[in-house]
């Protein structure tokens, strides 16, 4: 047995690609997200798979006051997380600061930071508990450049830059690692849901190029996750080959 990783926004993408990864390596999961019945298949079949234990946890990481009841009723066994990788995420839309919708803003924003930021917030606790622990951000290339109608994912995602920054000087005392993965394109349903469903849309996003797949960022994750104990990688970009950072890609050549 490995320990115990939690990965946020397990139903989908990297952070299901994640856990299955983790849970082929042996260790325990704690998976979250808001549809239960896909986190009760992913626990059913990993468990049946390989010989750990899948605790599946619903909430919504916008809503600061789940994020808190959940953690505080954590079962005493599980709270011995080794990994958390603060993965939920989206984005919505790609419009003109002028022309963007301010719902989508909140989402975003909510989600993307301040969800972070409250599941951070409730987990340290039993890293600060055991002397050691590691937190993966999943930020983005658009963490790194901001593109055209990128706007305020953009801006959410450089947040999660400047906090994975902020956190690893914060934790510094309580032996806690703090990585960031930038991952560039990747074929998801990241795009489905940014085109709030339009599969046509989403699907153009990746024509004329190899995207990275899920399972490429669940490779890294569990690579940096692995490293001895005296070596930290900090910071992390990932790209499709197709890809130079967040604005170049061979389609711009
Ligand atoms: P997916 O849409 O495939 O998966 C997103 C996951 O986040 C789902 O499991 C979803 O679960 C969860 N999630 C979203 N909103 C919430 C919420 N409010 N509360 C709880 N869980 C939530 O996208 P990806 O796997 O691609 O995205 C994962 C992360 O990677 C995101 O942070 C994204 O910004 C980032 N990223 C993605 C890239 C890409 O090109 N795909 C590139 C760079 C970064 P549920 O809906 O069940 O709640
Ligand atoms: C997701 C990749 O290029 O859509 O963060 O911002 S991109």
Not at 153 to 172: G, P
Not at 183 to 206: L, M
Request: proline letters at 3%; a negative charge.
């Amino acid at each position: 047995m490995k320990g115990i990783i939690l990965v946020t926004g397990a139903t989908a993408g990297f952070g299901e690609a994640i856990a299955k990864k983790f849970a082929a390596a042996g260790y325990h999961l704690i998976i979250t997200g808001r549809r239960e019945e896909r986190l009760e298949a992913l626990q059913t079949a990993l468990e049946q798979a390989h010989n750990i234990k899948v605790l599946p946890l619903v909430f919504d990481v916008r809503s600061k006051e789940a994020v808190n009841v959940t953690f505080e009723n954590l079962p005493e066994a599980w709270r011995k997380i080794d990994v958390l990788v603060n993965n939920a995420g989206l984005a919505l839309d790609l419009s003109t600061i002028d022309e963007g919708n301010s719902d989508d803003w909140d989402t975003m924003i909510d989600t993307n930071v301040k969800g972070l930021l409250y599941v951070s917030k409730a987990v340290i606790p039993f890293l600060k508990a055991q002397g050691k622990g590691h937190i993966i951000n999943i930020g983005s290339t658009a963490a790194k450049n901001v593109y055209l109608k990128g706007n305020v994912y953009c801006a959410t995602k450089h947040a999660v830059d400047a906090l994975s920054q902020a956190m690893r000087i914060d934790l510094l005392p309580y032996n806690i690692k703090v990585t960031a993965i930038h991952p560039g394109a990747a074929e998801t349903e990241f795009s489905v849901v940014r085109f709030k469903g339009d599969q046509a849309a989403a699907d153009n996003v990746y024509k004329g190029f190899e995207p990275l797949h899920a399972e490429d960022i669940a490779d890294v994750t569990f690579y940096v996750s692995q490293l001895p104990a005296h070596v930290c990688i900090n910071d992390l970009v990932i790209t499709p080959t197709a890809q130079a950072n967040a604005i170049y890609t061979h389609k711009v050549l």
